[in-house]
């Protein structure tokens, strides 16, 4: 029986990602799920609400979930209603735990915002999940906070925002940063809140019915006021308080809602609620698509599920009259941010990565099948969400440096698919599980800045280059990180454990040998396409810019590693060591370079992974001088190598 236990593995995983792809189900009568596919422009691009919401999340509290741990049930279902709320409820929305303050940040930001210990000690009620709290498995602060929570210290805030900003961000205080980057996310909170509707509106369908009323006779008494005769001082005044309210939401609106009309010969030129009802004064008719969504949150607010998903049908297919090409893009980002592809594929690397681990020690056959079929399942599930951005984005695979994340994965992880596929040893699928969660680990927290189809910078706007040099050298990557993350396994087996035979360590001498061949092929290739981008780009080939100088570097120690096996000067366990180096070089090229702020590719500024970037090379290092031990184990390992040949 147990050699069916990977067909079933395998069977029942593909189940379970082919249920991920059916359309959401609405948990009320409200149509969430239609409502979250409606297009919007923001940051230069048109994405659904749903993908709005999502990223919103991300940026405020670094997680789509909005719940409170003393909560057994989250506040909201999906992120598309948390957006609904604040859009239409803002009030309700004030109330969710949605801004992430934590004292690891910055203790003194706390203290600003007046949060004492009685406001971050979380006390549960049961003392099972006391006794959970006090061992780490449950936490025992609070990290998020409601937006009223925050209101009365606003202004406090905003004061020391203006005294931080002066300063060269490079040289900012650990506290000075934690303050700007909270104001960011309040002002992209009140943002939202201004797009649709005036957050202090009672009725804000009521009030553009009025104000549609209100629109002839105001304008009529304002340009008699110009001709300096007689008016209606009472329509005058009515027609300018509501035009400068409207004001106020055009200018701090963030989504960009309202599709041009249909006179309009650019199709991006989408606006904000607020200036599109401004513009009906000159207009003296309010847009209907402003009016069909002051009419959904009035729909909203009542819980009024007929009038809600009536109305955002009604308005789906207008738009598709003119725009059924973004409509279709929507609906499959949508669709796409369902299913999650990216965060399944984790879940199924770390799987195979303890069923490739304990295939070492019991049940070889069968566990290293297990490993190869999820290994499998989550490649095929990474490519066909890399495949869905490339459609929406209209680009090749690597755009940013999320994407760079994905690639490199993917990259890494369909060179160790080949490597199990000849050797059938469990390592290619340990290391596949190990550096695709890994990639997928960084680049979700690469999501955190925001939307990752971000628009591209205008150097790099060439889709040529992108599909040439950026896949060619992040390929390298990836090479150069497999072989690093090879020789780590070498070295951890050799070491820790009894199991690096002869058969195992010549396997993985061979492994390294040939992926180090691989990248150093690729890397070259990658360097020399990116000096011709350079010099159709800034009219040289090579200016010693900080990135320029990374690349170069992982060709330079790829090339060493060659040359030192060549000429006899490192054996196996050199050799490891030298491939596990490979990984310091490689992430400094890949991020340490960005953190540097200076140079033309410095394309994210990154100071908080500073840390990380640093224990990552910690580590390395710490490998490579445990490799160098003459242990038992090692001498052990020779012994038998020497006694077989």
């Known amino acids: 029986m147990k050699r069916w236990i990977p067909l079933f593995i395998l ?181 939202l809140k201004h797009s649709l509707q005036l957050p202090d509106s009672p009725d804000f369908l009521g009030e553009l019915i009025q104000f549609q009323k209100d629109i002839p006779a105001g304008v009529a008494a304002f340009r008699a006021r110009q001709r300096n005769e007689a008016y209606d001082e009472k329509a005058f005044n009515s027609i300018l308080g509501a035009a400068q309210r409207f004001d106020t939401m055009g200018q ?58 009536e109305i955002a049908t009604v308005y789906r297919e207008q738009l598709a009259k003119r725009f059924a090409p973004q409509l279709q893009k929507s609906d499959v980002e949508s669709r796409f941010n369902a299913a999650e592809p990216f965060y399944k594929s984790m879940d199924l690397y770390a799987l195979a990565f303890f069923a490739a681990i304990f295939s070492w020690l019991l049940w070889p056959q069968v566990l290293q099948r297990t490993a190869y079929y999820l290994i499998f399942v989550a490649f095929v599930a990474t490519t066909a969400g890399i495949a869905t951005r490339m459609w929406l984005e209209g680009r090749p695979p690597v755009t940013n440096l999320y994407s760079s994340a994905l690639f490199v994965g993917w990259g890494a992880v369909g060179l160790c698919l080949i490597l199990e596929r000849f050797f059938r040893n469990g390592i290619g699928s340990a290391a596949a599980g190990t550096i695709g969660f890994v990639a997928l680990l960084i680049a979700h927290h690469l999501s955190l800045s925001g939307d990752t189809l971000e628009m591209m910078r205008a150097v790099l706007d060439t889709n040529l280059w992108l599909a040439t040099h950026v896949v060619i050298v992040t390929t390298g990557y990836a090479a150069t990180f497999l072989a690093g993350f090879l020789a780590l396994i070498y070295i951890v087996r050799g070491t820790l454990t009894r199991s690096l035979d002869q058969a195992t360590a010549d396997a993985l001498g061979r492994m390294v040998y040939g992926i180090v061949c691989f990248a150093t092929l690729f890397s070259l290739v990658g360097t020399v396409l990116g000096g011709i981008w350079a010099d159709q780009s800034w009219g040289r080939f090579w200016g010693w810019d900080p990135k320029e100088n990374g690349a170069l570097i992982i060709v330079l120690w790829n090339a060493l590693i060659l040359h030192a096996r060549w000429g006899g000067l490192v054996r196996q366990r050199g050799l490891m060591c030298l491939a596990v180096f490979g990984n310091v070089v490689t992430s400094w090229s890949w991020f340490g370079v960005n953190m540097l702020g200076v140079g033309l590719h410095s394309y994210g500024f990154m100071d908080q992974a500073f840390w990380w970037l640093i ?7 710490g490998f490579i001088a445990l490799a160098l031990l003459p242990t038992d184990k090692w001498r052990s390992a020779t012994a038998l190598r020497a006694k077989a040949g």
Request: hydrophobic content about 45%.
């Open 11 to 191: 069977l029942v995983t593909v189940a379970w990602l082919a249920a991920a792809l059916r359309r959401p189900a609405n948990k009320t009568d409200l149509d969430l799920e239609a409502f979250g596919r409606l297009p919007v422009l923001v940051n230069g691009r048109i994405k659904p609400l749903d993908t709005v919401a999502r990223t919103s999340l991300l940026v405020l509290q670094g997680r789509q979930r909005v719940s409170d741990p003393t909560v057994s049930e989250p506040f909201v279902d999906t992120p598309t209603e948390w957006l609904a709320d604040l859009l239409f409820s803002p009030a309700k929305a004030d109330e969710y735990p949605t801004f992430r303050i934590s004292a690891t940040d910055s203790p003194e930001l706390l203290t600003l915002m007046g949060l004492t210990e009685a406001d971050t000690k979380i006390v549960y009620d049961s003392a099972v999940k006391r006794t959970l709290a006090l061992a780490d498995f449950l936490p025992g602060t609070r990290i998020r906070f409601s937006f009223n929570k925050l209101a009365p210290k606003l202004e406090e805030l905003d004061r020391q925002v203006q005294l931080a900003q002066p300063i060269d961000p490079q040289v900012r205080t650990p506290f000075q940063k934690a303050v700007i980057q909270l104001r960011d996310r309040v002002m992209l909170y009140q943002r």
């Open 252 to 309: 701090m609106g963030y989504l960009l809602a309202i599709p041009p009309s249909p006179a309009e010969t650019n199709p991006t030129a989408w606006r904000t609620a607020g200036h599109s009802i401004l513009e009906s004064l000159t207009t003296t008719q309010l847009d209907p698509n402003v009016v069909a969504y002051a009419a959904l949150g009035h729909a909203w607010r009542a819980k009024d599920a007929r009038q809600f998903n």
């Open 615 to 621: 224990a990552f090379m910690l580590t390395q290092v």
